[in-house]
């Protein structure tokens, strides 16, 4: 399963770790992101006003974080083949740092 923005929430809530809102939403085509596992940057697209919790690391390894925030931008849950982003790969807002994801979710299947 692939979980990009608020599918990327719901999965979080239906895991029994409520989102909560954002003092300031994220919102744009320019936000910088670290994948942890690559120590890459990449550019993405994002428009939420929801933050997973750092708590989701107790059944998901934490993938990604927004350089803006420092929250949560990626897991991959632990025991499922589950993967979700925040932010809006499909989008490609830089060259295509962000479309590795969408092969690693069909690695899943």
Same mark, same amino acid.
């Not at 949560?72 to 790969?89: A, L, M, T």
């Given at each position: $399963? ?19 809102? $954002? ?8 936000? &910088? ?5 690559? #120590? ?7 428009? +939420? ?14 993938? +990604? ?12 849950? #632990?025991?499922? &083949? ?5 932010? +809006? &790969? ?5 060259? +295509? ?8 979710? $069909?690695?899943? $299947?």
């Amino acid at each position: $399963m692939l979980g990009i923005c608020l599918g990327h929430q719901l999965l979080s809530n239906a895991f029994g770790y409520a989102t909560y809102k $954002m003092k300031f939403g994220q919102h744009g085509a320019n936000h &910088p992101v670290i994948n942890l596992d690559t #120590k890459t940057v990449e550019i993405t697209a994002q428009n +939420h006003n929801y933050n997973v919790p750092e708590e989701l690391a107790q059944v998901a390894h934490i993938t +990604h974080r927004n350089l803006f925030g420092d929250n949560v931008e990626g897991v991959r849950y #632990k025991d499922y &083949p589950i993967i979700s982003v925040q932010h +809006h &790969p499909e989008s490609s807002s830089g060259p +295509h740092e962000s479309k590795y994801i969408f092969k690693e979710f $069909m690695n899943l $299947m």
